[in-house]
């Protein structure tokens, strides 16, 4: 492949992240931070051996992360079109970017909240007591160091578990890019830490609970 030098760079990466944008129907919020990033990454020459494929990937899911859209690496990888080896070098491309660009990389639990129960149609009701969940979670030590996604979607599945709205796991683990093993462990995880017992706590307690 021929070398190509940064203006040509730069055209390519933005049209790869610009069709991983548009392929995974992100909104114009998420371009627009994946392209400051991208500015920021080819102002410091940052890995400048990987492909811009590669670069492109990495760019968007610090974007996606940025502006707490619950979309996985692997996804985006994906719609890039990258093979097993790059979505490796995807990665190791992310860690420079959480290393060496001042961004703010930690998304947040409200925003997962909310654009989960918006994808699965869920009311605000759903949205707040899945909100009071999370709350109790974090005061218990739960939520720091574990997938921010799988636990939202816990949250709401516990949310619309107790509300009676007919909702299943494979709809929510889909919509959050996880998988059903993962959410259930996170459910029960949930469901443990928010009454402080070892065993799985009732409907009836963890009703009265969120009243």
């Given amino acids: 492949m021929p070398k190509v030098n940064q203006k040509e760079r730069t055209i390519i990466l933005t049209k790869e992240i610009t069709k991983g944008i548009e392929k995974l129907n992100l909104p114009y919020s998420t371009l627009k931070g994946a392209l ?81 129960a918006d994808s699965l149609g869920l009311n605000d009701n759903i949205k707040t007591k899945a909100l009071q969940i999370i709350e109790q979670a974090k005061q218990k030590g739960l939520v720091s160091g574990r997938n921010p996604i799988s636990i939202a979607a816990a949250a709401i599945y516990i949310t619309a578990k107790l509300s009676k709205i007919s909702i299943t796991q494979k709809e929510i683990a889909s919509k959050a890019y996880i998988t059903e093993v993962t959410l259930r462990n996170r459910y029960k995880e949930l469901l443990r830490i928010i009454e402080g017992k070892e065993k799985l706590t009732s409907k009836k307690t963890l009703v009265s609970s969120l009243k």
């Fill in 36 to 116: 400051d990033i991208a500015e920021e990454i080819l102002s410091k020459k940052i890995g400048k051996k990987f492909s811009p494929k590669v670069f492109a990937a990495a760019i968007l899911y610090a974007a996606c992360l940025e502006d707490s859209h619950p979309v996985l690496m692997k996804e985006i990888c994906k719609a890039i079109g990258l093979n097993k080896k790059e979505q490796r070098k995807s990665m190791e491309i992310f860690s420079l970017i959480a290393q060496k660009v001042k961004k703010v990389l930690k998304p947040s639990m409200n925003k997962y909240i909310e654009r989960l």
